[in-house]
């Protein structure tokens, strides 16, 4: 398989306010690398940094050092124009489907805008809106609807089109199921799936739910205040966790048996768990 993303010595920090406030450093020298076709997830409690390392990814926040490179290509010295093209190769899903959805403009606006981008011809446009909704099976007649008519996951999946429209080797989903109900969430994991087993897409899967990652990715990167803390195989890593704080956000993680739920949680406690169950 070739590498699509590249992480190397990744720093980022943000700027505080206040006069002669210093920045403040979120992510500390993260390392990580994502084969075309693979799933990578990012896991971690709420603050470790998780989103920061995809929008670092996205160009959304800026990098203070390192190097993020997508297929070769250092993106963090691209110009507009470069991040522009760049956009072909890197898409993202957000947590949110609504909020990353334009409410005044029909879903087909939507899914156009990235094929007018490009510079694909009306015919080409139209015939490729067909494909996008067929593939995240949603009606043809949604392309003249707007994303208010829709649930919670038939939203994510009208993102999930977007994201795809141009075919990118990878696609960053920022907690892409955490808004949706369990049944939907399985849906949608199901969609991705189908989508990186036909067109060869790679994720970068950031969530906090330990057990979507097992099922659905192939490695994982245990994210703690900025620092990757341990990584490897997703299913040794949930099952047999080395790291204290690996072992803290396990026991943390829900289970349908209570009993099984009370002994993880005085084992927890007892150990001076700092991960809440609810992160």
């Given at each position: 398989m070739s590498e699509v993303l590249r992480v190397v010595d990744l720093h980022v920090s943000?700027?505080?306010?206040?006069?002669?406030?210093?920045?403040?450093?979120?992510?500390?020298?993260?390392?990580?690398?994502?084969?075309?076709?693979?799933?990578?997830a990012l896991v971690g409690e709420s603050g470790s940094g998780k989103s920061t390392i995809g929008n670092a990814i996205l160009g959304l926040v800026p990098i203070e050092s390192g190097s993020?490179?997508?297929?070769?290509?250092?993106v963090a010295g691209l110009s507009r124009r470069g991040r522009r093209e760049m956009s072909r190769t890197v898409q993202a899903i957000f947590q949110n489907p609504y909020g990353s959805l334009n409410p005044w403009i029909t879903v087909g606006q939507t899914l156009a805008e990235p094929l007018k981008v490009a510079g694909r011809s009306r015919a080409?446009?139209?015939?490729?809106?067909?494909?996008?909704?067929?593939?995240?099976?949603?009606?043809?007649?949604?392309l003249d609807r707007y994303p208010s008519e829709f649930s919670g996951g038939q939203r994510q999946r009208i993102a999930i089109a977007r994201a795809?429209?141009?075919?990118?080797?990878?696609?960053?989903?920022?907690?892409?199921?955490?808004?949706?109900?369990?049944?939907?969430?399985?849906?949608?994991?199901?969609?991705?799936?189908?989508?990186?087993?036909?067109?060869g897409i790679a994720y970068l899967f950031i969530t906090h739910d330990l057990a979507i990652v097992r099922e659905f990715a192939a490695r994982v990167?245990?994210?703690?205040?900025?620092e990757i803390v341990e990584s490897g195989d997703a299913e040794e890593v949930c099952d047999a966790p080395r790291?204290?704080?690996t072992r803290q956000l396990v026991a943390a993680a829900p289970v349908p048996?209570?009993?099984?739920?009370?002994?993880?949680?005085?084992?927890?406690?007892?150990?001076?768990g700092e991960v809440d169950a609810d992160s």
């Amino acid at each position: 398989m070739s590498e699509v993303l590249r992480v190397v010595d990744l720093h980022v920090s943000y700027r505080t306010r206040g006069i002669g406030s210093r920045p403040r450093s979120v992510i500390h020298g993260v390392d990580l690398a994502v084969q075309a076709g693979e799933t990578l997830a990012l896991v971690g409690e709420s603050g470790s940094g998780k989103s920061t390392i995809g929008n670092a990814i996205l160009g959304l926040v800026p990098i203070e050092s390192g190097s993020v490179l997508i297929d070769g290509t250092d993106v963090a010295g691209l110009s507009r124009r470069g991040r522009r093209e760049m956009s072909r190769t890197v898409q993202a899903i957000f947590q949110n489907p609504y909020g990353s959805l334009n409410p005044w403009i029909t879903v087909g606006q939507t899914l156009a805008e990235p094929l007018k981008v490009a510079g694909r011809s009306r015919a080409e446009i139209a015939d490729r809106l067909r494909w996008l909704l067929e593939r995240v099976r949603l009606p043809q007649d949604a392309l003249d609807r707007y994303p208010s008519e829709f649930s919670g996951g038939q939203r994510q999946r009208i993102a999930i089109a977007r994201a795809i429209a141009l075919e990118p080797r990878l696609v960053v989903c920022d907690e892409p199921t955490s808004a949706l109900d369990v049944l939907t969430q399985a849906a949608v994991l199901r969609l991705l799936r189908e989508l990186q087993d036909d067109l060869g897409i790679a994720y970068l899967f950031i969530t906090h739910d330990l057990a979507i990652v097992r099922e659905f990715a192939a490695r994982v990167g245990v994210l703690r205040s900025g620092e990757i803390v341990e990584s490897g195989d997703a299913e040794e890593v949930c099952d047999a966790p080395r790291h204290p704080y690996t072992r803290q956000l396990v026991a943390a993680a829900p289970v349908p048996d209570p009993v099984l739920q009370r002994v993880r949680r005085a084992a927890r406690l007892a150990g001076g768990g700092e991960v809440d169950a609810d992160s």
